[in-house]
């Protein structure tokens, strides 16, 4: 039997103008996320590249663009932010841990993979649904790319989806504007967050992908590494940071359960320790 969930989000006392307060959900996200700045910052563990799945606090209209901020970044990893909507109300299944491919292969999930050039620290990009059942997205270098979500029903609710993946380790919601024929409607005022030094940058390198990149050595178990992990004596895989490490990569790297391995293997070919080519 499918599990109803009834939708709901927060009043706005604002006016007929406003579109309602936005902000990240705070019961649906990946469990190496954490909010803060009253749940409009999204930070992701940079240890690991995944898990980093976020959703917006309220359904979206169709034309309303949400407008966000990176703010860190982490250069440990491939890959950078996905961005998109689902039609599945968030918290009515399993949480996964990629937006691509794990969501997305499922009905009602959408997203694109922004390049990691346009996902530098103080980028602020924009993404939306048009009219015409396009998800698009737009920053302020220039970056436009759009793409038809086939399989999604836009005459349903539609949340934002937001996985602060790879190099992308923190993200700011600025909120979100809709231009209508005589208006335009905003999202509720929130407290400007100015892009500082100390918000924005590059987050360092864990210790332990750092060393494995400059030896080239199979993982090991040093007691600097299990204290990064907070271990004991248990290797485990460097992407999951959870299951035993049974694959042995071409370059020598034995870091991978099979689970990770399978993906790391297909989306990006590339030792997450070492980088060297492992298709």
């Known amino acids: 039997m499918t599990r109803k969930v009834k939708v709901t989000w927060p009043p706005c006392t604002c006016g007929n103008h406003c579109l309602g307060p936005l902000t990240f959900n705070p019961e649906v996200k990946g469990r190496h996320v954490k909010l803060s700045a009253g749940d409009r910052r999204a930070m992701r563990n940079p240890r690991s590249f995944h898990h980093g799945v976020t959703f917006s606090n309220r ?41 691509i491919p794990e969501l997305t292969d499922k009905p009602g999930f959408w997203a694109i993979p922004v390049p990691e050039h346009c996902c530098t620290p103080r980028t602020e ?41 790879g190099q992308t380790s923190s993200v700011l919601l600025l909120g979100s504007e809709k231009k209508t024929l005589f208006c335009k409607r905003r999202s509720c005022p929130a407290a400007e967050i100015v892009a500082t030094e100390e918000n924005c940058g590059y987050d360092q390198i864990p210790e332990l992908i750092l060393r494995r990149m400059s030896t080239k050595s199979p993982l090991g178990q040093s007691d600097a590494e299990m204290e990064l992990h907070g271990l004991d004596d248990k290797e485990v895989c460097v992407v999951c940071i959870s299951e035993t490490p049974c694959v042995l990569l071409d370059c020598g790297h034995y870091c991978l359960c099979s689970q990770c391995a399978k993906r790391v293997i297909s989306d990006f070919g590339t030792c997450p320790l070492c980088r060297q080519s492992i298709r």
């Open 59 to 99: 359904p979206l209209q169709v034309r309303e663009k949400v407008h966000l901020r990176v703010e860190r970044c982490v250069a440990g990893w491939h890959g950078a932010l996905r961005l998109g909507f689902t039609s599945v109300p968030p918290g009515s299944g399993p949480m996964c841990s990629l937006a």
């Open 125 to 165: 990009l924009t993404f939306w649904v048009t009219h015409t059942g396009y998800l698009r997205i737009q920053t302020d270098d220039w970056f436009d790319q759009k793409e038809k979500m086939l399989q999604m029903d836009t005459s349903k609710p539609i949340w934002a989806m937001i996985d602060v993946y």
